[in-house]
């Protein structure tokens, strides 16, 4: 990655508390969080559901469906079952739908690098083919990590 100026100067523009990157690992930075997400994205709305599946206690699944929540990720919807309580259950909210990619992406990395042949592979439903992951500019070119320039962003409206 080229860092344009002024950022070639690493000192002059800290990052911290101000980088993407670290404001989404806060939310989605631990392993149950982002299994929380897999799990959603696979149509797991309930919560015994995610305890479950996650592998994890009822304390862990609490806060985590809470944060992901609270972050927008995750919607509480009500539903009853018949002759039950109402419970909630948890559905993706167009913020949680957009870190698709990012879930995607780590199970590409872990099928290449962390394990052993998958137990899933992840195939497009209308021709079969499997899901490949890609960085592309808005034009489409397909990108590596030295075709990517970071710069000062121009403020809105500018």
């Not at 500019?137 to 403020?155: T, V």
Request: net charge negative; charged share 25%; proline share 6%.
């Amino acid at each position: 990655m080229h860092l344009l100026e002024p950022l070639s100067d690493r000192e002059g523009w800290p990052m911290t508390g101000r980088c993407p990157v670290e404001k989404t690992m806060k939310i989605i930075g631990s392993r149950n969080a982002m299994l929380t997400m897999r799990e959603a994205f696979y149509g797991t709305r309930r919560y015994d559901d995610f305890a479950a599946r996650v592998g994890m206690s009822a304390a862990t699944t609490a806060s985590n469906l809470r944060t992901l929540t609270e972050a927008g990720l995750l919607e509480r919807r009500p539903y009853r079952d018949e002759g039950s309580r109402t419970r909630d259950e948890y559905v993706l909210t167009q913020a949680g739908t957009d870190l698709m990619p990012v879930v995607l992406a780590l199970h590409a990395w872990g099928i290449r690098y962390a394990s052993d042949p998958p137990p899933i592979e992840l195939t497009h439903v209308d021709c079969g083919e499997p899901v490949e992951i890609n960085v592309t500019c808005r034009a489409g070119h397909q990108l590596s990590a030295d075709d990517i320039a970071a710069h000062i962003a121009k403020p809105s409206g500018a």
